[in-house]
């Protein structure tokens, strides 16, 4: 059968329409339903997190990531059989990054400093309530330490930006730049978590205030974050150290990223040391290991699904069109919303199957 303009744009709206009932057949008939459905609720009830997550999308694009692009050229995706299993293996791919770091952490990294400020004034102010014990003098020269470096880091960039930088400079700056990305990404992950755990476990009968609360709970647990970060600082080293899609550094990174996805839940559920929620994260890991593959499944599939029809429609049209630049945004919203909604139904699968119900109490 020959490939016409006509029969691509039939391709894209059966793939549309398949994820589409392929989401509405999960809501009714998928053994996580009730993830998946609550899932949805979280996304209506918080409309800006999915413009929000577009909006740094867009954005790492400018900055020459990847993220709403499609996988390949439109050539590549002539034939649905020959690209389904690239698509499938980079939709693992996609889930495995977004449970360790859903929102692209570049440029919002720049306003790190500013978060860091905050939190060093509050642990400083108020000691008791940022941590089970009291701050150790070194632990709060470091985090001031961490603090100042990282507006320093904030000078290189924008001097990058304007002009050259010299050569001892630049990989100051660009050493800076990974570990800071690290704990932004660390940041970001557990103020999103806890914030489907306030959802979840209500605190307050008002849930405007569930963000602020989000916040405070992630301040309380910045010690363990320092640890998270160091995890999340080894995704983009073994990401970049094999460019090929089939490489092994490639199943490598999965099979890490698979093995830790529970890390951050874990930080964001459970109090306490690093070693107390890292082995917390691998019971939970074992307790929701069949959800989990379940939800996996589901996600895989809805993300080849709508990153393919997604890659064709931007493939038709021409990168001049006027149309391009209308739709782009669009592409951004709706690729968005999936991943938030796998994303918030993967949080809740490990909340609810990896924890044993407490006899004692809720875990803050």
Do not use: C
């Amino acid at each position: 059968m020959d490939v016409t303009p006509s029969s691509l744009w039939i391709q894209a709206g059966l793939a549309l329409t398949g994820a589409v009932a392929g989401v509405m057949l999960h809501l009714k008939w998928h053994p996580l339903r009730r993830q998946l459905s609550d899932a949805g609720d979280i996304i209506t009830g918080m409309p800006w997190l999915t413009v929000l997550a577009a909006a740094l999308m867009l954005m790492a694009e400018v900055s020459g990531e990847r993220w709403v692009r499609p996988l390949g050229s439109l050539n590549d995706l002539l034939v649905w059989r020959e690209v389904a299993a690239p698509l499938a293996l980079e939709a693992l791919m996609e889930q495995g990054r977004m449970l360790h770091g859903l929102l692209p952490v570049w440029p919002l990294a720049l306003i790190l400093p500013v978060a860091l400020a905050l939190l060093s004034w509050r642990v400083l102010r108020f000691p008791y309530r940022y941590g089970p014990r009291r701050q150790q003098p070194l632990e709060r020269w470091l985090l001031l330490a961490g603090m100042v470096v990282s507006w320093m880091w904030v000078i290189l960039e924008i001097v990058h930006a304007t002009r050259g930088l010299a050569e001892w400079q630049e990989t100051i700056r660009v050493g800076l730049r990974s570990i800071y990305l690290a704990v932004t990404m660390a940041l970001s992950q557990v103020m999103l978590i806890r914030l489907v755990i306030a959802w979840e476990e209500p605190e307050q009968p008002n849930d405007q205030k569930d963000l602020g609360l989000a916040l405070e709970h992630t301040f309380a647990r910045w010690r363990s974050l320092v640890a998270l970060s160091v995890l999340d600082l080894l995704w983009p080293l073994l990401l970049n150290a094999d460019g090929s899609p089939t490489g092994v550094s490639r199943w490598l990174l999965l099979e890490a990223m698979f093995l830790f996805v529970a890390v951050p839940v874990a930080v964001a559920r459970v109090p306490g040391s690093s070693l107390t929620q890292g082995a917390a994260a691998m019971q939970m890991l074992w307790r929701a290991l069949l959800p989990l593959i379940g939800i996996t499944i589901t996600a895989v599939v809805v993300l080849s699904l709508v990153r393919y029809a997604s890659g064709l429609i931007m493939g038709l049209m021409r990168l001049d069109d006027w149309r391009t630049v209308v739709l782009i945004p669009v592409h951004a919203l709706v690729l968005a919303t999936v991943r938030n909604w796998v994303f918030l139904a993967t949080v809740l699968t490990l909340l609810r199957h990896g924890f044993k119900p407490s006899t004692s109490g809720r875990t803050a």
